[in-house]
């Protein structure tokens, strides 16, 4: 890269290095095994048998938290057609957000059918002394998923998708350009940004630096905000008795060097060249 810059130095504008797409997994540290839906039903809840029943009702809840919550806040919600790229069908509404000033919060939500894992519930065939014992197994099944379409103050548009079924799995999408811009705006500092690429700005060396904060602490206080306010529900007894926070982990995580050309000339020849060494 560092010749790279050499060769074309001429023709460059501007060039930075930043984290790019991020995919985040959230998982329930205390109900990702089937001894702790166990535990916490049994014991926390005082509920002796585990049903489908007593799991689907969580189900219910949240799934009427969510209808509520978009009714209350006015929030557009529909079911994901099949073949409909989300990202390119929520813009109209992220454009209204960004018009508004100090805006933020969920935008859309999208209802999805996909698989996901949840827990299998069986009874032993053969007696148990306890007649009330159930066996809890992993499985992967179709059901509902929320898309939750969300325009932060700090790290700009992102998506939080939370399964309706126990162990309620959640995923992250997030742009390290998007945090970039928050910054920017925040310090007042003028810039052209075109999709995901900062084609010009006044402070370049600030531009660095705020691609440079994007960090673990940054990204988990906002996570956790948002999945403390839009995932399933929990009494504050139920958390006392239980570690209920989420346990993140990098599904995907791309971190670029973007060249920024004066003109197009230079890189319709690079692209030519390197068609033909490709050949």
């Given at each position: 890269m560092e010749r790279f810059i050499q060769l074309f130095a001429d023709f460059l504008s501007l060039v930075y290095p930043c984290f790019d797409r991020i995919v985040i997994n959230g998982y329930l540290s205390g109900l990702s095994r089937p001894e702790?839906?166990?535990?916490?039903?049994?014991?926390?809840?005082?509920?002796?048998?585990?049903?489908?029943?007593?799991?689907?009702?969580?189900?219910?809840?949240?799934?009427?938290?969510?209808?509520?919550?978009?009714?209350?806040?006015?929030?557009?919600?529909?079911?994901?057609?099949?073949?409909?790229?989300?990202e390119d069908y929520v813009r109209?509404?992220?454009?209204?957000?960004?018009?508004?000033?100090?805006?933020?919060?969920?935008?859309?939500?999208?209802?999805?059918?996909?698989?996901?894992?949840?827990?299998?519930?069986?009874?032993?065939?053969?007696?148990?002394?306890?007649p009330n014992h159930r066996i809890l197994a992993h499985q992967r099944s179709r059901f509902t998923h929320y898309y939750f379409y969300i325009r932060d103050a700090v790290l700009g548009p992102i998506i939080v998708r939370v399964a309706s079924f126990f162990p309620?799995?959640?995923?992250?999408?997030?742009?390290?350009?998007?945090?970039?811009?928050?910054?920017l705006k925040r310090k007042q500092i003028g810039f052209r940004k075109n999709d995901n690429a900062f084609l010009a700005v006044d402070d370049v060396a600030e531009l660095q630096a705020a691609a440079d904060r994007l960090s673990a602490e940054i990204i988990g206080k906002q996570l956790d905000y948002w999945t403390f306010l839009l995932g399933p529900k929990f009494s504050k007894k139920e958390r006392s008795q239980m570690n209920l926070s989420r346990f993140y982990a990098i599904a995907q995580i791309e971190y670029c060097r973007n060249f920024i050309f004066k003109r197009h000339f230079p890189i319709h020849k690079i692209f030519e060249r390197s068609c033909e060494l490709g050949l």
């Open positions: 702790q839906v166990v535990y916490f039903f049994r014991h926390v809840l005082g509920i002796p048998v585990v049903s489908k029943e007593i799991l689907s009702q969580r189900t219910n809840d949240y799934r009427d938290w969510v209808e509520a919550y978009a009714r209350n806040h006015k929030i557009p919600m529909e079911w994901a057609e099949k073949g409909t790229r989300k109209l509404a992220l454009r209204r957000m960004e018009k508004k000033k100090n805006a933020y919060g969920v935008y859309f939500i999208f209802k999805s059918m996909e698989q996901g894992r949840t827990f299998r519930i069986s009874v032993p065939k053969f007696p148990t002394q306890d309620f799995h959640a995923t992250y999408w997030l742009n390290g350009h998007s945090f970039i811009e928050q910054e």
